[in-house]
């Protein structure tokens, strides 16, 4: 080695040792008799010092050429400080300088290599590996290698063993569109890129591997929402002679596990909520529950009793549903403040048609922006439908049912904001139970649009005791089929999800006729499965975690980016190594594709 000890190791007992350290120059101080140098590699910084008469003059005069991010060597002897830095861990030490090499100079860096950088999100992602000697980028690299690390280990002590599924497939429809890969030995035909390895892992099952995991690249070539990136790693798991129940408990044990080694938190018991009672109470299949202000209703979907019709408030009488949420404390909210949210909630991203609010007085009184239509004694029933105390807001929306809730769900997310109760260090984990099994497509334009598909993906089992209702007419009995499908939802986050899967071939044909498959489309896409299920196919079921995103919250960040060391930005595109990019005509002759970008 260059070296006898890194940047982040020497302590006061190392005091006389002559030392030798190799890193970037990360800034030089010159006072003119003294010069201090702090050197930066991944274990940490140690200032080098040097003084007019001791240290030799064509040491003090190559210090004094140095540049931010030279490359250097440096020999000397390790001494007490006189002023300790407490933020470093060398910081009771200095190593005063005999020699010093420049192993290799560099140019000027385009933006600061310091935790708070004056570099844009841009100029960081073209020149990522400069980004990445800062401190904060490097600590989430290694906590994503601390949990790839834990999470190996828990899966090697539960029997699971990791096997390696191909890259080059063909598609399977999990929702998204497949990137392809043409094939030149097979002119006209593509491979894709997996969007999970979700049959393999199933035919794994067949083989009788009993218990499989896999860190995995997956790839979905989906329109790019903020924070999404088309290719993503999950710890993918499949379990063989399973029930949902013994997917809970493992995985619940995964997580803890991680909790435990990674952030030294202890979880506890995970808590658990239908689909059903997720829309009901949170408006959404992923609730945050590190807060409350669950969704009450004046007039609902459910069993509720009407407290809003027949008052002549023609906006509640023709809605399906009237929902709202307590907002405690929230009663001084300023006319201004509410018409604030108003205007917030009406934004087309959300697209409310407008909000009602109650005030709940700390002197008693009620007061809110329907008084016209609705009594105090009216307005009594309603405080007490929302349990509210006084001092409290209740905000309340209507309309058709699902877009209510979705509205409500982003008001609520809001004011959970505002009110300070999304803190990133407070973990709440949480399973969502019984999703259904089929959504009617109803986004315009969509694949999917004006059909029955399956919510997980068209492997997943029924609930046994709804796979009676797959053979109805009745587009109400057969949005009401639940399926044996979990999410593990963090904080309000998705983090995984997975199902106990069909293993049965007559099962697994009706539901692809279900979704609208001819038998020869499904023989030609998933014949495969389908024979192998004629082989002895025992029962399994697995899960699948987004593990950028489960490195993002326990990094308690927002993006998923920063946990990535490079990370394509918004549009898809790596900055840096400036893809994807054309190819050369001849690539394209070879690959039978006709069509070159200009
Ligand atoms: N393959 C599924 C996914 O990627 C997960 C699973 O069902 O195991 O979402």
Known sequence: MLRTHTCGELRLENVGTEVTLTGWVQRIRDKGGMIWIDLRDRYGITQLMLEENQTAPEVIEAARSLGREFVVQATGTVIERKSKNPNLLTGDIEIQLKNLTVLNPAKLPPFLVEDDTDGGDDLRMKYRYLDLR?????????????????????????????????????????????????????????????????????????????????????????????????????????????????????????????????????????????????????????????????????????????????????????????????????????????????????????????????????????????????????????????????????????????????????????????????????????????????????????????????????????????????????????GAIRANAYDMVINGTEVGGGSIRIFNRDLQAKMFKLLGFSDEEAKAQFGFLMDAFEFGAPPHGGIAFGFDRLCSLFGGADSIRDFIAFPKNNSGRDVMIDSPSPIAQKQLDELSIGVVKK
């Open 134 to 478: 800062r401190n904060p980028v490097r600590k989430n690299l290694e906590l994503r290698h601390r949990m790839a690390q834990h999470t190996r280990i828990y899966m090697d002590a539960q029997d699971f063993i990791e096997v390696e599924t191909p890259v080059l497939i063909k598609s399977t429809p999990e929702g998204a569109r497949d990137f392809v890969v043409p094939s030149r030995m097979n002119p006209g035909e593509f491979y894709a890129l997996p969007q999970s390895p979700q049959t393999f892992k199933q035919l794994l099952m067949v083989s009788g591997f009993d218990r499989y995991y896999q860190i995995v690249k997956c790839f979905r070539d989906e329109d790019l929402r903020a924070d999404r990136q088309p290719e993503f790693t999950q710890i993918d798991c499949e379990m063989s002679f399973v029930e949902q129940e013994d997917i809970l408990q493992m995985f619940e044990g995964l997580i803890r596990h991680l909790f435990k080694m990674v952030k030294g938190m202890e979880l506890g018991e995970v808590p658990r909520m239908t689909y059903v009672d997720a829309m009901k109470f949170y408006g959404s299949d992923k609730p945050d529950t590190r807060f409350g202000m669950q969704f009450v209703e004046l007039k609902g979907t459910f069993d509720t009793i009407d407290l809003t019709s027949g008052k002549n408030f023609g906006v509640f009488d023709a809605a399906e549903l009237v929902v709202g949420i307590n907002v405690p404390g929230a009663a001084n909210y300023t006319r201004k403040q509410i018409d604030e949210l108003t205007e917030w909630i009406k934004r087309p991203q959300i697209g409310a048609k407008g909000l009602v609010y109650v005030r709940y007085n700390e002197d008693g009184t009620i007061k809110s922006s329907v008084d016209k239509f609705y009594s105090e004694e009216d307005l009594k029933h309603w405080v007490v439908a929302f349990q509210a105390k006084p001092g409290d807001l209740m905000l309340i929306i209507s309309g058709d049912a699902a877009k209510a809730r979705k509205q409500l769900n982003e008001l609520r997310l809001e004011m959970g904001t505002r009110l300070g109760l999304r803190k990133p260090d407070d973990y709440k984990v949480l399973w969502v139970l019984d999703f259904p099994l089929l959504e009617w497509g109803e986004e315009e334009g969509h694949p999917n649009a004006g059909r029955w598909f399956a919510m997980h993906h068209p492997f997943t089992s029924p609930k046994p005791e709804d796979i009676s209702l797959l053979d109805s007419n009745d587009n109400i009995e057969l």
